[in-house]
């Protein structure tokens, strides 16, 4: 298969409202490529340095925290939650920015698109992911609000509980998408998180706009269900009208799609996109694409600390989808990058992910 | 033996340029011990936050490094390697500061004395000494460099290469030592690098005659080869006339002696201070005072990062010194915080180590 020919079949029926400029440039059948891509994946999100520290579940209860969820906080909030914080490590985030530097880690072609504050902690993520081979063309935000950092607690049981301020991302809009970098990737993977501040939705649309008129394909992270939850009625409309590759875990898709059983929310994603990526943590991931149903295995880890978790196995099974692998072959790509990333503190890699391939047979 | 009662003896004899004011107020015999005090331990040292990245020995060689060493860059140069590393992980730092950190951790009480700027990474500096429950009055730089970084290299055999951009570090000066605080605290641990500056030799100085005037002990690390061999002199004095505990590996201890045999640079070391600890990587540790030797084994470890190592062993040491511990019991101390230092990436402690001293019979 030549690369970058993604076997993705057209979003089944016309369905909800669907933007009909999208709809249009969508090629007849499967098959989508007609210029080669640049890039293998473009991410765009919300660019955050995470600060993560150890605590006990006494202290996510003391602060109102839901264990594993993702909260929005302001600036007092964060500076509060902050100072009641054991010591830190300071590392790059951002769930698509994380997928990104394990894509670029697994040897793929990466660009990405957020907004980082022109400060240190906007230096450091810079740095970070400019130095695992992404391209980042996002000019800085000078004189606004800082660089958006999450507050993660990492309990005994490896689960993190996330408190987010948002800071400099808030400003990321329309203005910041360049439609011609868009039409330069293969797949333009958008995440979930960007519906939280207010421009991004308009940016949302027009790179999932920019991708379809170049033949393109969009993918999608749920990020969060708190996140579904929040915006559900945006999310359906773009599932179904927009997005060709869906990720999300079991407790967002029943969310998305208000389903008690994960079975019926899994055959609703699967009529609603060409291929829907599921995963269940250590129960593996299930890829739904048309009639197919291929079953992914979790790969065992010491779990230490999941943040990143499902970033590195969208990144996974995204190289290895821009890179023509059959979709077994793409989710054990997600699984083995998910084990490496869940093995130590911090959401990028620390281990030679592309040798963890190979040793696999995947390279 | 009460508390803070350090059987450590004084001086022997007048040898070198002794600084008289500190020689009279040195108590007659060994103990010291007059008004309880506040603090176990007041650490002086540059206020660093460390970048940790992996690399292999050809990135050293390309970057002319010296393996092991830390080397003094300035803005420049620390924008140009920073620009040519990979990924990082950010977290406090500071080889004194790390010490206070270890110590606070294992229970002791602590002060520290450090420069940061009023920026990012000072806040990050100071959130996490903090938490982990230091107590840091020192005021932070406003309008000037940057909070200091060292840019850490680690090398797959776990040795870490340190390049230090010292910012906001070089405007410590006697302003911001404090006789008061300096004689609440049983112990004045002093960080050989802090002789790098140009204005903290003077601080140290005061450090020093602020504890001896108040019946306290004062403690120096050598903190590095190199840094003994641009200023041997200076620290060869104030061994000999200030300096009541000497921490020091192999390398350090023969070059401040200018000797080749490690048994002979003991030797002298034992001449000049009344508590000279020793340390020796895997071959563990000595401890000299007076006519008494005490070798420790070291505690077998996982080497991931060896940063730190040093500083965690001076704050085990220290912190059962400044409790009233035998001397095999405190080298035991700093073994087992010093094994916990280097199984992780990062100089701070990641385990909870007091439960690591109570399963080794040590509480």
Redesign the interface.
């Known amino acids: 298969m030549e690369n970058g020919d993604l076997l993705i079949p057209d979003r089944p029926g016309p369905g909800l409202d669907v933007n009909e400029a999208a709809v249009r440039a969508h090629p007849p059948k499967g098959k989508w490529h007609v210029t080669e891509a640049t890039y293998d994946i473009l991410g765009i999100g919300n660019a955050i340095v995470d ?1 993560v520290a ?1 605590a006990d579940d006494g202290f996510l209860s003391r602060h109102a925290m839901q264990k594993g969820a993702m909260r929005l906080i302001d600036a007092e909030a964060a500076d509060a939650l ?2 009641a ?8 985030g951002g769930s698509v920015a994380n997928s990104c ?1 394990v894509a670029a880690a697994l040897g793929a072609q990466v660009a990405y698109i957020g907004k980082v504050a022109d ?3 906007g230096a ?1 993520f810079r ?3 400019n ?2 081979g992404v391209h980042f063309p996002t000019d800085p935000l000078a004189g606004g609000a ?1 660089t958006a950092r999450c507050l993660i607690l990492v309990t005994p049981d490896g689960q993190r509980t996330m408190n987010t301020y948002l800071g400099a991302c808030t400003t990321l809009d329309v203005g910041d998408v360049h439609p011609h970098l868009v039409g330069l990737a293969s797949v333009t993977y958008l995440e979930g998180y960007l519906f939280d501040p207010p421009a991004a939705q308009a940016a949302f649309h027009k790179a999932a706009d920019a991708a379809h008129a170049a033949n393109r394909r969009v993918a999608l992270s749920l990020s969060d269900a708190f996140c579904v939850n929040r915006h559900r009625a945006a999310f359906r409309k773009l599932v179904a009208g927009q997005v060709d590759i869906l990720f999300a875990n079991e407790v967002e898709i029943a969310s998305l799609y208000e389903q008690d059983r994960f079975e019926a929310a899994a055959e609703l994603a699967r009529a609603d996109v060409g291929l829907a990526v599921l995963t269940r943590s250590e129960a593996g991931s299930l890829i739904l694409r048309g009639d197919e149903t291929v079953t992914i295995a979790a790969v065992p880890a010491r779990i230490l600390d999941t943040t990143g978790a499902g970033d590195a196995y969208a990144a996974g099974f995204l190289t290895g989808l821009t890179a023509g692998k059959s979709l077994a072959a793409c989710g054990r790509m997600g699984s083995i990058a998910a084990a490496e990333v869940i093995s130590h503190y ?1 959401a ?1 890699p ?1 281990a030679d992910l592309q040798t963890l391939i190979a040793a696999a047979g995947l390279s």
């Open positions: 600060v150890r902050y100072a914080m054991p010591p830190g490590l300071e590392s790059s530097a400060d240190q902690l450091v740095h970070d992911i130095a695992i800082p911090g990028r620390e």
